[in-house]
């Protein structure tokens, strides 16, 4: 009885080894996640080149605190991407979550020029529109339900935060 337990330890093992060196594991779901329908590119179209061209070379960008942009093509075909990490996570967390966003969002959004995906560590966003600056559509807001344990100091902390957004240039 003890050996074959055993033997079925080692045969289910060995089949999550095996699953492990041919499947690639899934990308996780965003937390919310949004295709514009407002315009569409064809397959095998420049836009489409560009678009893969943008989110390859986007997690090489960074700008040193968790913000990356690039622009790649002209005109029409000109796609804009990227991508921003939540303050407090550490480089590895943040690249891991780039992979996956990069592979998740044109996946989930195939044909539409413009997306955007929410994970909790990182957000990713590209366009065929100007995507820097204050002209930004459909602003999300995700409460975390959790409760600060010292609301005062919390508020403190997160006004002072803010105005420092505020005051900049
Ligand atoms: C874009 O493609 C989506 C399907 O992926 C479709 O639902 C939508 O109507 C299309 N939009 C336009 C403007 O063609
Ligand atoms: C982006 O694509 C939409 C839909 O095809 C188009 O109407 C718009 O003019 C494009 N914007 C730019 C800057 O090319
Ligand atoms: C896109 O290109 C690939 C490879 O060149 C081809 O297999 C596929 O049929 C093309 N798809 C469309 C929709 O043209
Ligand atoms: C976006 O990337 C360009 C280089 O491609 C750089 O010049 C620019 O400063 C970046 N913008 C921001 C806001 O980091
Ligand atoms: C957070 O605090 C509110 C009261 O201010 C309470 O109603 C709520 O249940 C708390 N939530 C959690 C997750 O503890």
Redesign the pocket.
């Known amino acids: 009885m003890f050996i074959l337990a055993g033997k079925f330890f080692l045969c289910f093992f060995s089949i999550l080894m095996y699953e492990n060196n041919t499947i690639t594991l899934a990308q996780p779901n965003f937390i919310y996640y949004h295709c514009q329908n407002a315009g569409n590119y064809t397959k095998n179209s420049t836009y489409q080149r560009n678009l893969e061209t943008s989110l390859s070379a986007l997690p090489n960008?960074n700008?040193g605190f968790g913000?990356y942009?690039?622009?790649t093509g002209n005109g029409n075909d000109r796609v804009n991407s990227m991508a921003l990490c939540r303050g407090d996570v550490d480089s590895n967390l943040c690249r891991s979550c780039l992979s996956d966003s990069v592979v998740k969002l044109p996946e989930l959004c195939p044909d539409q020029r413009e997306a955007i995906g929410y994970y909790d560590n990182c957000l990713l966003k590209y366009s065929n529109e100007t995507i820097?600056g204050y002209n930004q559509q459909g602003l999300m807001v995700l409460v975390n339900i959790q409760n600060a344990t010292d609301r005062d100091r919390f508020t403190r902390s997160m006004m002072g935060l803010l105005m420092l957004i505020n005051n900049f240039p």
């Open positions: 960008t700008s913000f942009n690039l622009s820097l």
